[in-house]
């Protein structure tokens, strides 16, 4: 069940505002219950991060409880005062920043990309390692490989387990977009086009990059840029 749900203000004569009298934006999303029957995690950060959020309409929402669950694609709102869990609708949301993750700030942003393992286009949400004339996104992708079996109190319980396959995307000025799931320089050459190709081995080359790590291909992008 689908429902809009109006964030923090106050109730004036039946309409929800703010403090400061200005419309705030809704949030619209559904009850979240968690996948159940899993073994291991299946969220990107374990515990609840002040957020901001930039809607598709350009609004923005800030100082919101999420977590970005991996497994499922998709961004999860907790209401503290309830409380409750809703997972929010993703075409409305353009972008998402977790303010303070491990000391960092962490973005993740609403793209439109056709997958190697999907069929056709579709919505998803990605982390910006770097952005700006070349871009670079990783899809923080967790897959179901196999069960195991534990016993409980004397039952036998069967979980699936997670497996993370992140995919890495590379975006072009010409809006070419590659997509990668090791970070290898092979991997990386081999789908590149040839006028850039040639740059990124003299790059790697004289900057020597091993490209073994997000690390190395965060310095090597910023290089081409």
């Known amino acids: 069940m689908y429902f809009i749900i ?3 203000g106050s109730v ?4 929800t505002i703010n403090l400061d009298s200005i419309f705030e934006p809704k949030l619209s999303g559904e009850i979240y219950k968690k996948t ?18 930039k809607l598709s309409t350009g609004e923005l929402v800030f100082n919101k409880l999420l977590k970005y669950n991996e497994l499922l694609d998709e961004v999860i709102w907790l209401q503290p005062d309830i409380p409750r869990q809703i997972k929010l609708e993703k075409y409305l949301i353009d972008e998402f920043c977790f303010k303070n993750y491990k000391g960092e700030s962490v973005r993740f942003k609403r793209i439109q990309i056709k997958l190697p393992q999907i069929t056709d286009s579709t919505d998803i949400f990605v982390e910006v390692l770097f952005e700006k004339t070349i871009s670079l996104y990783v899809f923080r992708n967790i897959r179901i490989n196999g069960n195991i079996k ?3 109190n004397g039952i036998l319980y069967s979980y699936d387990t997670l497996v993370p396959q992140p995919v890495y995307i590379l975006k072009l000025p010409e809006g070419k977009t590659i997509s990668f799931k090791k970070i ?10 040839g006028e850039y190709k040639s740059i990124v ?9 091993s490209i073994q790590s997000e690390k190395d291909l965060i310095k090597l992008v910023g290089l081409i840029n």
Do not use: C, Y
């Open 6 to 8: 109006s964030l923090s």
């Open 36 to 53: 159940t029957g899993i073994a291991g995690n299946q969220f990107f950060n374990d515990d609840w991060a002040e957020s901001d959020i």
């Open 12 to 15: 004036i004569s039946g309409q």
């Open 150 to 152: 534990r016993v409980e």
């Open 184 to 193: 290898k320089r092979s991997v990386l050459l081999k789908d590149l086009p």
């Open 201 to 209: 081995k003299k790059i790697i080359q004289e900057n020597n990059l």
